[in-house]
């Protein structure tokens, strides 16, 4: 069965930096569009990023643009978000996230997640 698990979350300072992995299987890795999200408890999902399984291309929401990094290694079946300058608002729960049909524009409904890795970034 479908499985993606997350880890690489937790606490870290203002400007600082993480980098969170999803190790998936069960699946082929390179038919589906694969990507994050993030949800705060008693909001709504966010898509944050996203990489294309045609063409590699990458999609970012505008709060994630320049900062963070997505990246696939389809020889390890892994995503990898790095994510730089990190600041409070990115204080979320990140979800690693596939679907086949829906494009990388709305990976917030994603069909697929796994149990999420908790971000936490604070002084």
């Known amino acids: 069965q479908v499985q993606l698990v997350e880890s690489g979350g937790g606490l870290v300072q203002p400007g600082g930096s993480l980098t969170l992995s999803c190790a998936a299987s069960?699946?082929?890795?390179?038919?589906?569009?694969i990507g994050w999200f993030r949800q705060v408890p008693g909001k709504e999902r966010e898509g944050v990023s996203c990489?294309?399984?045609?063409?590699?291309?990458?999609y970012y929401t505008y709060s994630a643009k320049d900062r963070f990094t997505i990246s696939r290694d389809n020889a390890k079946n892994t995503v990898y978000l790095q994510m730089n300058s990190l600041k409070p608002e990115d204080t979320a729960v990140y979800y690693c996230?596939?679907?086949?049909?829906?494009?990388?524009?709305?990976?917030?409904?994603?069909?697929?997640w796994g149990q999420g890795t908790q971000v936490i970034v604070s002084s």
């Open positions: 996230a596939i679907d086949d049909i829906v494009d990388c524009t709305m990976v917030d409904v994603f069909g697929r």
């Open positions: 069960g699946f082929t890795f390179d038919e589906y569009h």
């Open positions: 990489i294309d399984r045609s063409d590699g291309s990458t």
